[in-house]
């Protein structure tokens, strides 16, 4: 349907009723506001991409789940004033439910262990692929949906299961040809927060609230920063320690403060050892800044960036062991990273690391005359139940159109039926790479 269509007919037929167009022109084709369609080019590369993440995924036996992109708007109200909350995609259905498009698939996959319940024999390993949404003003031109690969151990205390995700995160990096030299993971422990904030008086409750404000230390003045934390009833020398306390950069540094046998400085040097056993102590390196800014987060956090500084972060997660608790069930140690579909493309894009992907067949089926199409039927049929992919001409195409449509679909043989040659029960084949030509029964296809 050409884009010039001037009347409604000539663009859905007489036939067919739809939206009256504005103007009696074609309707407005391109997708809602921040949203992609996947055209073919477009979607082979994310075909790409999902497959190297389900390849890893399932490297390290995990097996793969899915939940509803439509959620209850209950599973995201948090307090603690993450944009990820404030963004929600959420209306009210036509029952008069609050419901809202998924902003992440932590909340549903914690939503699916608690209906398992005692069912489901730990530890879990779950991961998923699910399109997530926001609702931001258009005023910042941001995408509004995304998909995002996620894998969870659900029900291992030990930072093994930290070890594990991290070392899923490297194999896929590597298995795209990225190295520890393009990007790092930096490493922290919200505990190191908790024993900070510990020593001087906040509650407990607005714990989630700090760390989403400290989350934003690079993306916002520190002044700004400051403001939110003593609006929060810090007092000003807790918000310097705080500060001070993320500049951290060793562990060294690290332990003489807060001591050895500190939760955050044991389960971090743990998780060191571990990455030295699995060879990506390389990729890590500690940095007390990071907190990443999801609420739920209560122990080892981590986010992946590109060494330019150029992107925004990769990927990331962390330990969640209250979520469950806080959804009503028992409590449930659980960790797990998100890993979004854009800023790695870009990433690849740069490294020059992007693959050559076409539209490919085996063969194309040509028919020299319509009569013959039933017999390019059962070429086609033999040709597929071998595994071949068989593009079949259709229409009245002539041979110019056929070896112009192979060389595009970069097909390996041109099957070429005529009736002389289907009268001695043979079809010519041209083998497209050596441009031999040859006669050959059907049996010998
Ligand atoms: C770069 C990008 O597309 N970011 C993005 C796009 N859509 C989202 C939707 C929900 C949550 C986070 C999102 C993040």
Known sequence: LSASATTQESVRGPSQAGPPSTDGGVIDTSPPRGTRDFPPEDMRLRTWLFNNFREVSSLFGFEEIDFPVLESEELYIRKAGEEITQQLYNFEDKGGRRVTLRPELTP?????????????????????????????RMTRGRRREHYQWNMDIIGIPGVEAEAELLSAIVAFFSKLGITSSDVGIKISNRKVLQEVLGRSVIPESSFAAVCVIVDKIEKIPRAEVEKE??????????????LRALTLRSLDDLEELLGSDNEAVVELKQLFELARGYGFEDWLQFDASVVRGLAYYTGTVFEA???????????????????????????????GFGFGDAVIVELLKEKKLLPELNHEVDDIVMPLEEELRPQAAIVAARLRTQGRRVDVVMGNKKMKWAF??????????????GSTEWAKGSVRVKDLSSREEKDLPLEEL
């Open 305 to 335: 960036f590109d060494r330019t500084g150029t992107l925004r972060a990769i990927c990331g997660g962390g330990r969640y062991d209250k979520l469950l608790s806080t959804f009503g069930g028992v409590d449930t140690p659980a960790c």
């Open 404 to 417: 112009k449509h192979a060389e595009r679909l970069q097909a390996k043989r041109m099957v070429i039926l």
């Open 229 to 242: 934390l003593t609006a929060l009833g810090l007092p000003v020398e807790a918000v310097d320690t705080i």
């Open 108 to 136: 549903s996959l914690a939503r699916l262990v608690l209906q398992k319940g005692k069912s489901a024999s730990l530890p879990l390993k779950w991961f998923a692929i699910g399109q997530c949404w926001r609702y931001e």
